[in-house]
C-alpha cells in the first residue's frame, strides 16, 4: 500500500471524472450525472484505507514527495496527520452525498455544475493534503473559483451580489497570507541557507517575536475569514442564502473547516510567541461569536439563514477550543469541527428537501410537517438534537471536550460559552416546532411527498456518522491525539503535555502488583 500514491489519487481522482464528463453531450444529463456520483463514490472508496492502514502517531503518513521546481525548492508534497487524514475522508464522503442530492434539484447547466463540483473536490483533497507552501496556496486558490461559480450561476436571487462577496472577502485574506508566505521564504533562506517552501521546514523556524505577531495577524485574517471568525463572518448567511443545496453543504461541511484546520497547521505550530499572546483576545472574539451568532439565529424568519448563524456560533466553540491551547479542548475542536461538518451538512440537506417541495424558506410557510412527512421529521429531528449537542450524538462530545479542557486555563469565558449551548437548543428546537409541529394551516402542505429513497439514502451516512461519533468517539480521538499532543508541545513547550506523552502512561509496576492505592494512579484519562 505504501508504494501506491493513494493522496494523489484521492486529490485527482475528481480531475478524471471532469475531463470524461467534458466529453459528454451536455443533452445526456443522466450519463453526465452518473459519471459525477460515480467518480465521487470511487473517490470516497479510494480514500478510505487512509483511515485502516493509518497509524496512530504524529508523523505525517501516505507521503508523498517529487522535486517540483528544484531551483526555488518547491516541491510536489503530500502527506497526512491525525487531523487532515479525518478531514480527507469527510471531504470525499460529503461529495459523494452533494451529488447524490443534485440528481434533481440541478436542472440548468448540469454539465457545467458537475465539473465545477469536481473541481472543487480535487482543491479541497488537495488543500488538506499539500506539505509545500506553493502547491498549498495553489489549491487554495483553485477552490475558490468553483464555488463562486457555484453560488453565481446556481444560487438565489441575489446570487451576483453573494458570490461577490464571498469572492472579495476570500480573496483578501489570501493576499495577505501570500505575502506572509513570500516573507517566510526569504527569512527561511537567511536562516539555513536553503531555498525551501516545504511546509515542516518553517514549523519551529526562528522567528522574532514582533515579525510573528504581523506574520501571525496575517495568516490570522486569511483564516478568520473562511472559518468565520466574528466579525468577519458578513459573507457567511448571504453564501448559505443564495448557494443551492448542494453549495450550502460543501461550504458548511468543508470549505469552513479550511480555517480551522489552517490554524491548526500553520499559525499555531509556526508562530507559537504570537499564538500565547493572542490567546486572550481571540478567546473574546470567540465567545462573541457563540452568543451573536445564536442571538441572531433566534430571530431569523428563514430556514436557511438561521442554520447559517447557526455556523458562526458553532465555530466560534471550535475557535475557543483551539485557542484554549490544552490537549481535551484541541481534541474537542477538532472533534466539533468534523461534527458540524455532518449535522450542519445534514441541516442544509434537510433544508434542500422541504425548498424542492415548497420552493420557500420561510419558516412561517410550514407547520404540521411531521403529519405528511413522517420519516423526513425522524431525519430532520434526529439532525436537530445532533446540531444542538444531545448526549449520545457528535455534537456533544465536542462541545464538553472543548468546554471541560477550556475551563481550568479560561474559566470565564468557558462559563460565558456554556451559555451558547442553551441557546442553541433555543433557536434549533424553536423553528423545528414551528416548522414540523402545529396545524397544517397551508393548503400547499397537505400533500406533500415523503423522501423517496434517493433522499432517504445519501441522508443515511450522516445519521450513522451522528450516532458512532456520539457514542463510539474514541476511535477518533484516538487518531488525533498523537497530532493534538505534538502540536501543543510545539506551542506550550513539553512541560504541557506530559501526563499525555506515551513515556507517562505505563503503568508503573507497584500498581501492577497491586502496591498502590488506585487513588495514588495519576495520568489516567476520561
Avoid at 197 to 222: C, E, K, R, V
Avoid at 371 to 376: R, T
Avoid at 418 to 431: D, K, N, R
Avoid at 486 to 509: F, M, T
Amino acid at each position: 500500500m505504501n508504494s501506491i500514491p493513494l493522496l494523489s489519487l484521492v486529490t485527482f481522482i475528481p480531475l478524471v471524472g471532469m475531463f470524461v464528463i467534458f466529453l459528454i453531450d451536455r443533452e445526456n444529463r443522466g450519463l453526465i450525472r452518473g459519471v459525477a456520483f460515480g467518480t465521487a463514490l470511487v473517490d470516497f472508496l479510494v480514500s478510505l484505507p487512509l483511515i485502516f492502514k493509518f497509524e496512530p502517531t504524529h508523523e505525517m503518513q501516505f507521503v508523498e514527495k517529487i522535486d517540483w521546481i528544484p531551483q526555488f525548492g518547491v516541491s510536489y508534497h503530500m502527506g497526512v496527520d491525525g487531523i487532515s487524514m479525518l478531514l480527507v475522508v469527510l471531504t470525499t464522503l460529503t461529495c459523494v452525498i452533494c451529488m447524490a442530492s443534485t440528481w434533481e434539484a440541478i436542472e440548468k447547466h448540469v454539465k457545467e455544475f458537475m465539473i465545477l463540483s469536481l473541481l472543487l473536490e480535487t482543491g479541497m483533497i488537495g488543500v488538506f493534503c499539500a506539505l509545500d507552501f506553493f502547491l498549498f496556496y495553489v489549491l487554495w486558490e483553485v477552490m475558490l473559483i468553483p464555488m463562486y461559480f457555484i453560488i453565481g450561476v446556481w444560487g438565489g436571487a441575489a446570487r451576483i451580489y453573494a458570490a461577490v462577496k464571498f469572492f472579495i472577502y476570500t480573496m483578501f485574506g489570501s493576499v495577505l497570507m501570500l505575502v506572509a508566505i513570500i516573507w517566510m521564504y526569504y527569512h527561511q533562506h537567511e536562516v539555513t541557507g536553503v531555498w525551501t517552501t516545504d511546509i515542516l521546514a518553517y514549523h519551529g523556524l526562528a522567528i522574532s517575536p514582533s515579525a510573528q505577531m504581523i506574520l501571525f495577524l496575517a495568516f490570522f485574517l486569511a483564516f478568520a475569514i473562511k472559518v468565520p471568525v466574528f466579525p468577519f463572518h458578513t459573507w457567511l448567511p448571504d453564501a448559505h442564502v443564495q448557494a443551492p443545496t448542494a453549495g450550502s453543504v460543501i461550504l458548511a461541511g468543508i470549505l469552513l473547516k479550511m480555517g480551522t484546520y489552517g490554524f491548526l497547521r500553520f499559525s499555531l505550530p509556526m508562530f507559537p510567541d504570537a499564538t500565547l499572546a493572542s490567546v486572550e483576545w481571540i478567546m473574546v472574539l470567540s465567545v462573541v461569536g457563540i452568543l451573536y451568532g445564536a442571538w441572531v439565529a433566534t430571530v431569523q424568519s428563514d430556514i436557511k439563514k438561521l442554520v447559517a448563524y447557526s455556523s458562526v456560533s458553532h465555530l466560534g466553540f471550535v475557535m475557543m477550543g483551539m485557542f484554549a491551547l490544552t490537549v481535551p479542548a484541541v481534541e474537542g475542536a477538532i472533534m466539533q469541527m468534523l461534527g458540524h461538518g455532518v449535522s450542519t451538512g445534514a441541516l442544509f440537506l434537510a433544508v434542500g428537501v422541504l425548498y424542492e417541495r415548497r420552493h420557500t424558506r420561510e419558516i412561517s410557510e410550514y407547520g404540521g410537517i411531521t403529519k405528511v412527512m413522517p420519516i423526513f421529521a425522524t431525519v430532520f429531528m434526529i439532525v436537530t438534537l445532533s446540531s444542538i449537542g444531545l448526549p449520545g450524538t457528535n455534537g456533544f462530545v465536542g462541545e464538553f471536550l472543548i468546554l471541560a479542557g477550556s475551563f481550568g486555563e479560561y474559566p470565564i469565558f468557558t462559563v460565558i460559552a456554556t451559555s451558547g449551548v442553551i441557546w442553541g437548543a433555543i433557536y434549533m428546537l424553536w423553528m423545528f416546532q414551528r416548522v414540523m409541529f402545529q396545524k397544517i394551516t397551508k393548503k400547499e402542505n397537505e400533500n406533500l411527498k415523503d423522501m423517496n429513497l434517493r433522499e432517504m439514502a445519501y441522508f443515511a451516512p450522516f445519521i450513522a456518522l451522528i450516532f458512532i461519533m456520539g457514542v463510539f468517539p474514541t476511535p477518533f480521538l484516538k487518531m488525533m491525539e498523537p497530532t493534538v499532543v505534538n502540536l501543543i508541545k510545539q506551542v506550550k513547550g513539553e512541560a504541557a503535555v506530559a501526563e499525555y506523552l506515551p513515556a507517562q502512561r505505563e503503568v508503573p509496576q507497584a500498581v501492577a502488583d497491586g502496591t498502590v492505592v488506585v487513588n495514588d494512579i495519576h495520568n489516567s484519562r476520561l
